[in-house]
């Protein structure tokens, strides 16, 4: 199947400003699952709520579109009673890691295999461009109209050290390595995260004088660098992308088999 077989296209016009980074996501995820020849029948969604939550919608897979900070609880749920179904579990910064962190901290604990892809924006777009716990010191945000003075956390840093076995990073600009990041994670057998950098031009762009759509990404090209390249030693205030882990370990699910094997040997 071509990645525009899995579009739902009767959800379109999609909900999406001009310049968001959450089409391109969507466009990487669809190519990653066209390379990996999945059948819709095998892949489920699962979703909260927010502008990147609503890619749940525009997908034609089993799609789940829950509660704000609990897709992974309920993709949990799903993957525990079907796992030989493949969980995506899109969401937004605020989402996986304000309302939802205790979550996502647990999941990354427990190696569920699933997908976790982190769609950075640094704001809550959905509700009007709120600060994020991503939007990081100094930066404007409707609730920080004199600059915010909370710090930020890195996802990448935090996935890893609650455990996960997968974790990358991408951004809305490099259109070549998100699909290739994105169908590595997918094809990974433990929980993985991707986080995606994301431009959120009408509310993050705007707050903090980014500039427009283009100028966002323009950014994002120049702020990122491959892992350990030559220009971030140069430069150490660059952020790295591409797969910072990639291990074995036992997978959550195949563990709860083994359990309960001994169970009914009662042994
Ligand atoms: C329990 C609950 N609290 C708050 C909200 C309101 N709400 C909806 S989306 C959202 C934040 C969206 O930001 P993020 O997850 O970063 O995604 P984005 O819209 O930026 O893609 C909030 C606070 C809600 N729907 N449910
Ligand atoms: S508000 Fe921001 S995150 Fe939401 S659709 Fe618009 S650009 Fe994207």
Sequence with gaps: ????????????????CPGCGHGIVLNSLLRAIERLGLNKNELVMVSGIGCSSRIAGYVD???????HGRALAFAIGVKMSRPELTLLVPMGDGDALSIGGNHFIHACRRN???TAIVMNNRVYGMTGGQYSPLSGYGTMATTAP????DQEFDVVTMATAAGATFVARGTAYHVQQLPDILEK????????????MSPCPTYYGRKNK???????????KNITTPIASKAKQENPKLIERGIFVQKEMPEYCAEYERIIARAMKGK
Excluded: C, Q
């Design 185 to 196: 994670a997918i094809r990974h057998k433990g929980f993985s995260v991707v986080e995606v």
């Design 210 to 220: 980014e500039g427009g759509a283009v100028e966002m990404m323009e950014r994002l």
């Design 146 to 149: 004199y600059s915010n003075i």
């Design 112 to 114: 569920i295999d699933m």
């Design 61 to 67: 897979f089993h799609t789940l579109h829950t509660l």
């Design 1 to 16: 199947m071509a990645a525009r077989d899995y579009i739902r296209e009767r959800f379109f016009p999609h909900i999406w």
